[in-house]
């Protein structure tokens, strides 16, 4: 199994950045594809963005696209996903997974992060 932690959330302005990070502990995380999710109150789990194991594909979810960028360095056993030119829209708690099988879909994937806030104020 393998353990995972996000930090980097917090509260910015529309137009800004922000880094998530998640580091992963347990079983060698390359073994794993990884996703990024997010959850708004009173709204489902969605798909942000997903990195496959060995990082040759990488998906986004069209409300993301050209703003948030996926990435790992399995070194480090860590999956980030750079945000910028965030919008109030984007506010949610956001999670990283774990997956033996490569998917969007938040039903395939076994192992999740605690959560992390991300607030965009306008």
């Known amino acids: 199994q393998v353990q995972l932690v996000e930090s980097g959330g917090g509260l910015v302005q529309a137009g800004g950045s922000l880094r998530l990070s998640c580091a992963a502990s347990?079983?060698?995380?390359?073994?794993?594809?990884a996703g990024w999710f997010r959850q708004a109150p009173g709204k489902e789990r969605e798909f942000v963005a997903a990195?496959?194991?060995?990082?040759?594909?990488?998906d986004y979810a069209d409300s993301v696209k050209g703003r948030f960028t996926i990435s790992r360095d399995n070194a480090k056993n860590t999956v980030y996903l750079q945000m910028d030119s965030l919008k109030p829209e984007d506010t949610a708690v956001y999670y990283c997974?774990?997956?033996?099988?490569?998917?969007?879909?938040?039903?395939?994937?076994?192992?999740w992060g605690q959560g992390t806030q991300v607030t965009v104020s306008s």
């Open positions: 997974a774990a997956t033996y099988t490569y998917s969007l879909r938040p039903s395939d994937y076994a192992f």
């Open positions: 347990g079983r060698t995380f390359s073994t794993y594809h």
């Open positions: 990195s496959s194991r060995g990082t040759s594909r990488t």
